[in-house]
């Protein structure tokens, strides 16, 4: 028996190079990486020290769209609360919350969170995987 080899030509015109593809690819992570932040945010909302409401309100980012910083280049997203109080009521553990809240809730709300943020930044990929 003899064997055959079958050869085929094919050309793939893919009308995108490796930078605008790795471009795409940067973007729709940073836009993800935007809305994984939103999401956290959001979702610890209720867990947020509350006595007025000055402090939930400054990590809102419907209304402080400052509450969230993406850095594109580096894919880091930052959140946060921006009252002088922000930090002491997150970090001490021993400060009594009567009327609702608990320390370390954003901490505490990232890390039950995180599947969701990979699979936020993941759909967004994807998306732009697909256009």
Do not use: F
Request: hydrophobic share 35%.
């Amino acid at each position: 028996m003899s064997e055959r080899v079958i050869e085929v030509d094919v050309r793939l015109d893919l009308h995108v190079t490796p930078e605008q593809l790795a471009g795409e690819i940067g973007r729709a992570a940073a836009k993800g990486l935007y809305l994984a932040c939103e999401h956290v945010l959001t979702t610890a909302s209720p867990r947020v020290p509350y006595q007025s409401g000055d402090l939930e309100r400054s990590g809102d980012p419907t209304s402080r769209p400052g509450s969230i910083a993406v850095d594109n280049g580096k894919l880091e997203g930052m959140i946060g609360y921006d009252t002088p109080y922000a930090v002491a009521q997150h970090e001490e553990l021993d400060w009594d919350h009567p009327l609702r809240g608990e320390p370390k809730w954003l901490e505490l709300t990232l890390y039950e969170e995180m599947a969701t943020v990979r699979r936020i930044v993941a759909t967004q990929i994807r998306r732009a995987l697909r256009s």
